[in-house]
């Protein structure tokens, strides 16, 4: 098996001098490995559709869109080219490594599509998807939080508390790479996902029943499926309004608050190795139409690979940044809406204390350091204790972000992040290098 890489999407990007850490979701290893590079392979070669004993296509499989290779498209030392930086001086910290396709240069930011015999890239923020047509007060909340992202994240995302993303959101989704196992046989087909807040589920059932006079509203709703010659169509009622359409890291980047009263037509196509999914979404709460969505594929998966079993926890929530580089403050719990960006003025962090400091270096390995540090206002002083000895530390913050130096003899290291609480992430530059640095106060 190719092992699966953590989805920590963790995107630090510098702009104006200030670290943010937008797409930064620190999921207990979440998820299989993103999408592939721009140069590698595009599909598996045309096979026959299999089919199941009463002529139906059969969708058993396991299906991971970023590991349809047998061996990455190239090879390279583990722990090489982690960090990646991009043509507007953001930088990518790569989680999974020099195959991890992360980054602008690795097109870890878009998807695979075979659409008519053509190969696509459709990005995974979705820029030029379709956007839910929604009712002109709806259109304005979600425009409102749309622009106080930074590189689409926000924490008002129901995916920042570690909630399902639901359907449609997460129908073709999991790990980030469109991971899931499909089981079928002709009473049923079940779904089953890797992804926040852990390995879920489906049922789509395909006996003829009805949906439930009393249904009770849940996340992923009830699927009932029936065949239109080789299309499976699913239809899906009973959704709650905890989830968002997509945004985010599931694109388009206006698919936000639903109401409870969404209901989806899904139409599932196996052509050989490679699903096709479409979907219809009507809201007649918040949209003034359907809402057709663009279409998306995946593929079956390299031999052996399977889910892997992980848990979320939603450590990244209070890193989230603004568009103005700021970080929220007094953010509500997400939901249908409900929740507003908070306008509240940002303190200036506390960093005052001991500091114990892990350098994720890709030339010297782990590095280890001891902060100890004094404040006064926005000014930011102390020493670090490293290899090399006692260096003198200083900088200045601007809410909860950092920027300052620590000298070593003629040489000065760069140092940007974010502190909050007990906790500091960003980088430290020496000379040509930028590496992930991670601190922990002491209690």
Known sequence: MKAHL???????????????????????????????????SSAAPAKPTPRTPDGHPDFSGFYNLGDIYHGDPKEEKPGQHVVERANDGSVFFDYGGANGAGGEAGGGARVRQIQNGKVNLLDRLCVS????????????????IADAEYDATSPLDPEYDCIPYGVPRGSLRGGGSYAMHIVQNSQAI??????????YFRIVYL???????????????????HWEGDTLVVDVVGLNDETWLGSGRVGPKLGMMHSDQLHVVERWTRNGDVITWEATVEDPVMFTKPWVMTPRQTQLAAAGDYIRPTMCVPYDKAHVMKSDLTPYSDVTTPGSGKSVVAAATTPVAKMAGNWGVTIHSTVDGILSQQWSLKQDGDKVTGTVKSKNGDLPFEGSLDGAIFLGTIADGSQKYEVRGTAVANDFDGTIRMGKHEFRLAAKRSQ
Do not use: W
């Open 190 to 199: 079940a779904f089953l996902y890797e992804d926040r807040p852990g390995p």
């Open 6 to 40: 953590p989805n920590y999407g963790f995107v630090a990007a510098f702009a104006g001098g200030l670290l943010s850490l937008g797409a930064f979701l620190l999921c207990a290893p979440v998820a299989a490995q993103e999408g592939p590079t721009s140069g590698g």
């Open 207 to 225: 006996d003829g029943r009805k949906h439930p006079a009393d249904l009770d509203k849940s996340y992923f709703g009830d699927s009932i499926g």
């Open 129 to 144: 998807c379709e956007n839910p047509p929604y009712k002109p007060e709806y259109m304005a909340k979600v425009k409102a």
